[in-house]
C-alpha cells in the first residue's frame, strides 16, 4: 500500500486536470508535437481518461487526466485518483490552478485512497506513481484519514477465519497501544456477570468467546462514544441465511471496523475529546445452546426483548452496548452497523441512511458528507411506527413481522436503550464497494466515518 504522499525534494512530472470546457485551452498550450500526439490519441478530458505525453527520450513529460463535464463531476467522485493505477511509475505534480479548495482536497484525498491495497494474502505489492503533497492542503489531516479508512478496510476484508471477535479485540489492542488509549474487555461468561446478558446471548454458540470491547482516549473535552456493530460472521443463527446471503457475512463487522477507522483518525488527530469505542465482537452460529425463535431475552436496560428472527442479531448485541454508553451520559453518542437490507433497498450500497434525535446534529452531517464527498442521508426516527417493535409478550420485537420500514424499526429499537443521553446518531451503513470505482476497490469501505470526522468540530464546539 501507498497512503502516504512522496516527500521527494526533486520537481515532478506535471499532473494536469482537464476539464472538458478546458480542453480546447489546454490543446492550445501545449506545442505542435504535443498537440498532434494527444490528438491521434483522441483524448476528449472524459472524467478518468489518461494521456501521457512523451518527450524525445521515451519518458514522460506530462499528464493529464479528464475530468468531464459539469454532470460527470455530479455523479463522479474522486475523478482524479483513477489516474494513479493507469500513470506510469513516477513523482507527479499535480496542477491546482483548475481547481477549487474542495476539488483539491478531494483530489488529494482520493489519490492516497487509491494506494490501498488488501495485501494481506497477496504474493508481491504493486509499484504506483506517486504524488508530491499540492500546496494548500493539510497533509497530515489526509493521510490520517486515508490510515483509518485503510484500517476500516483491511478489517472488513479479512475473512472470518482471520477475523474473529479475538482478532478483532487484538485490533482495537493495537490501536490502543499506538496512540496511549486504554482498553477494557469483558469475555465470554463475565459477560453475565457484568450484566451484558444480550451479548452473550447471541455469541454463546460459538466456540469463539463473545466479548465487549472498550477502548478509552483523552482526559479532557467533549465526551464522545462510537458504538460498533462486530458481529464477526452471521450465519443467521437457527434462522440460518441461504448460501447467497451468508456469502458476504464476513463484513456483517463493518459497523466496529468503521468506528475503529474513525477513532484512529481522531486520535492520530489528536482532537481534544474524551473519546470511548464500545464494540459488542461476537460471532453468530449455530450449535444446541444458540438462542432460539421465540425466546425472550433481558437486556441490561432491563427492557425484554422477544425473538422472532435470530438472524436480527446486531440490534441484539447493540443494544446491551449503547445502554452501557447511556449510563455515562456522554455529549454524543453514535453508532455504526451493517445492520439491515432495507437500508440497502432504500438507498442502494453507496450512500448510508443515518438517524439523529438532534436536527441540528443532522443538519451538521450532512454539510459536512457534502463538502468531503461522503454521502449520507438523513432518515427519521418515526415515531407513528413505534408500536411495530412491540410485540405485547415482551417489550421489543427484535424483527417485526412484514417488510415495512426495517430500517427505521430497528433504529426505534436501538433508541430505545439510549434514554438518559439526549444526542444519539445511528449509521445504517453497507460497508462494502460492490463494484471497483475511483479511489474504491471492490471490497471493504468506510462509509460515514470522513463526514463525521468532519462534522465533529461544529457537533462538539471544538
Same mark, same amino acid.
Given at each position: 500500500?501507498?497512503?502516504?504522499? $512522496?516527500?521527494s525534494?526533486?520537481?515532478?512530472?506535471?499532473?494536469?486536470?482537464?476539464k472538458?470546457?478546458?480542453l480546447?485551452?489546454?490543446?492550445?498550450?501545449l506545442?505542435?508535437?504535443?498537440?498532434?500526439?494527444?490528438?491521434?490519441?483522441?483524448?476528449?478530458?472524459a472524467?478518468?481518461?489518461?494521456l501521457?505525453l512523451p518527450?524525445?527520450?521515451?519518458?514522460?513529460?506530462?499528464?493529464?487526466?479528464?475530468?468531464?463535464?459539469e454532470k460527470?463531476?455530479? #455523479?463522479? #467522485?474522486?475523478?482524479i485518483?483513477?489516474?494513479?493505477?493507469?500513470?506510469?511509475?513516477?513523482?507527479?505534480?499535480?496542477?491546482?490552478?483548475q481547481?477549487?479548495?474542495?476539488?483539491?482536497?478531494e483530489?488529494?484525498l482520493?489519490?492516497?485512497?487509491?494506494?490501498?491495497?488488501?495485501?494481506?494474502?497477496a504474493?508481491?505489492?504493486? %509499484?504506483?506513481?506517486?504524488?508530491?503533497?499540492?500546496?494548500?492542503i493539510?497533509?497530515?489531516?489526509?493521510e490520517? =484519514?486515508?490510515?483509518?479508512?485503510?484500517?476500516?478496510?483491511?478489517?472488513?476484508?479479512? /475473512?472470518? $477465519?482471520?477475523?474473529? /471477535?479475538?482478532?478483532l479485540?487484538?485490533?482495537?489492542?493495537?490501536?490502543?497501544?499506538?496512540?496511549?488509549?486504554g482498553?477494557?474487555?469483558? &469475555?465470554?461468561?463475565?459477560?453475565?456477570g457484568?450484566?451484558? @446478558?444480550? +451479548?452473550h446471548?447471541?455469541g454463546?454458540?460459538?466456540?469463539r468467546? %463473545?466479548?465487549?470491547?472498550?477502548?478509552?482516549?483523552?482526559?479532557?473535552?467533549?465526551?464522545? &462514544?462510537?458504538v460498533?456493530?462486530?458481529v464477526?460472521f452471521?450465519?443467521?443463527?437457527?434462522? +440460518?441465511? %441461504?448460501g447467497? $446471503?451468508?456469502?458476504l457475512?464476513k463484513?456483517?463487522?463493518?459497523?466496529s471496523a468503521?468506528?475503529?477507522?474513525l477513532?484512529?483518525? +481522531?486520535?492520530?488527530l489528536?482532537m481534544?475529546i474524551?473519546?470511548?469505542?464500545?464494540?459488542?465482537?461476537?460471532?453468530?452460529?449455530?450449535?444446541?445452546?444458540?438462542? #432460539?425463535p421465540s425466546d425472550?431475552? &433481558? $437486556?441490561?436496560?432491563?427492557l425484554t426483548?422477544? +425473538?422472532?428472527?435470530?438472524?436480527?442479531?446486531?440490534?441484539?448485541?447493540?443494544?446491551?452496548a449503547?445502554?452501557?454508553?447511556?449510563?455515562?451520559?456522554?455529549d454524543?453518542i453514535?453508532?455504526m452497523?451493517t445492520?439491515t437490507?432495507?437500508?440497502? =433497498?432504500?438507498?442502494?450500497?453507496?450512500?448510508?441512511?443515518?438517524?439523529?434525535?438532534?436536527?441540528?446534529?443532522?443538519?451538521?452531517v450532512?454539510?459536512?458528507?457534502?463538502?468531503?464527498?461522503? @454521502?449520507?442521508?438523513?432518515m427519521?426516527?418515526?415515531?407513528?411506527y413505534?408500536t411495530?417493535?412491540e410485540?405485547?409478550i415482551?417489550?421489543?420485537?427484535?424483527?417485526?413481522?412484514?417488510?415495512?420500514?426495517?430500517?427505521i &424499526?430497528?433504529a !426505534?429499537?436501538?433508541?430505545?436503550?439510549?434514554?438518559?443521553?439526549?444526542?444519539?446518531?445511528?449509521?445504517?451503513?453497507?460497508g462494502?464497494?460492490?463494484?471497483?470505482?475511483?479511489?474504491?476497490?471492490?471490497?471493504?469501505?468506510?462509509?460515514?466515518?470522513?463526514? !463525521?470526522?468532519?462534522?465533529?468540530?461544529?457537533?462538539?464546539?471544538?
Amino acid at each position: 500500500m501507498s497512503l502516504t504522499f $512522496s516527500t521527494s525534494n526533486k520537481p515532478g512530472i506535471p499532473l494536469i486536470p482537464v476539464k472538458k470546457s478546458y480542453l480546447d485551452a489546454w490543446l492550445a498550450r501545449l506545442n505542435d508535437a504535443q498537440r498532434a500526439w494527444a490528438e491521434s490519441a483522441g483524448f476528449k478530458a472524459a472524467a478518468c481518461e489518461v494521456l501521457t505525453l512523451p518527450n524525445q527520450d521515451g519518458s514522460v513529460a506530462m499528464a493529464a487526466v479528464g475530468l468531464g463535464d459539469e454532470k460527470s463531476a455530479h #455523479r463522479n #467522485r474522486f475523478v482524479i485518483s483513477a489516474a494513479r493505477a493507469k500513470l506510469p511509475n513516477g513523482i507527479y505534480d499535480l496542477a491546482t490552478d483548475q481547481l477549487d479548495v474542495d476539488e483539491l482536497e478531494e483530489a488529494s484525498l482520493g489519490w492516497l485512497l487509491a494506494g490501498y491495497r488488501f495485501d494481506r494474502y497477496a504474493t508481491a505489492p504493486t %509499484p504506483m506513481a506517486q504524488l508530491k503533497p499540492p500546496t494548500g492542503i493539510d497533509v497530515k489531516r489526509l493521510e490520517s =484519514i486515508a490510515a483509518g479508512e485503510a484500517l476500516t478496510r483491511d478489517l472488513i476484508n479479512t /475473512p472470518a $477465519s482471520d477475523m474473529g /471477535p479475538a482478532e478483532l479485540e487484538t485490533a482495537a489492542q493495537g490501536l490502543a497501544a499506538e496512540f496511549g488509549a486504554g482498553v477494557r474487555v469483558v &469475555t465470554g461468561d463475565d459477560l453475565l456477570g457484568e450484566n451484558l @446478558p444480550m +451479548i452473550h446471548a447471541v455469541g454463546r454458540a460459538s466456540d469463539r468467546a %463473545p466479548r465487549l470491547i472498550d477502548l478509552t482516549w483523552g482526559t479532557s473535552g467533549p465526551s464522545l &462514544t462510537l458504538v460498533g456493530k462486530g458481529v464477526c460472521f452471521d450465519t443467521g443463527g437457527l434462522n +440460518i441465511k %441461504p448460501g447467497a $446471503s451468508m456469502g458476504l457475512m464476513k463484513k456483517d463487522m463493518g459497523g466496529s471496523a468503521a468506528v475503529l477507522g474513525l477513532a484512529r483518525m +481522531i486520535m492520530s488527530l489528536n482532537m481534544p475529546i474524551r473519546l470511548r469505542v464500545l464494540i459488542p465482537a461476537v460471532e453468530n452460529a449455530i450449535n444446541g445452546s444458540a438462542f #432460539r425463535p421465540s425466546d425472550i431475552l &433481558t $437486556s441490561r436496560k432491563g427492557l425484554t426483548v422477544e +425473538i422472532n428472527n435470530t438472524d436480527a442479531e446486531g440490534r441484539l448485541v447493540l443494544a446491551d452496548a449503547l445502554a452501557l454508553a447511556d449510563e455515562e451520559k456522554p455529549d454524543l453518542i453514535l453508532s455504526m452497523a451493517t445492520l439491515t437490507g432495507a437500508a440497502r =433497498i432504500a438507498v442502494g450500497p453507496d450512500m448510508v441512511p443515518f438517524y439523529a434525535t438532534e436536527q441540528g446534529d443532522a443538519a451538521a452531517v450532512m454539510s459536512a458528507a457534502q463538502r468531503v464527498r461522503d @454521502p449520507v442521508w438523513q432518515m427519521p426516527f418515526w415515531d407513528a411506527y413505534e408500536t411495530m417493535i412491540e410485540p405485547g409478550i415482551a417489550d421489543l420485537d427484535n424483527a417485526p413481522k412484514g417488510a415495512f420500514a426495517g430500517s427505521i &424499526t430497528a433504529a !426505534l429499537f436501538l433508541r430505545r436503550f439510549v434514554t438518559d443521553t439526549p444526542r444519539y446518531m445511528h449509521f445504517d451503513m453497507y460497508g462494502w464497494q460492490p463494484t471497483s470505482a475511483p479511489a474504491r476497490p471492490k471490497g471493504g469501505v468506510g462509509q460515514g466515518a470522513r463526514a !463525521l470526522l468532519e462534522a465533529l468540530p461544529e457537533l462538539l464546539g471544538l
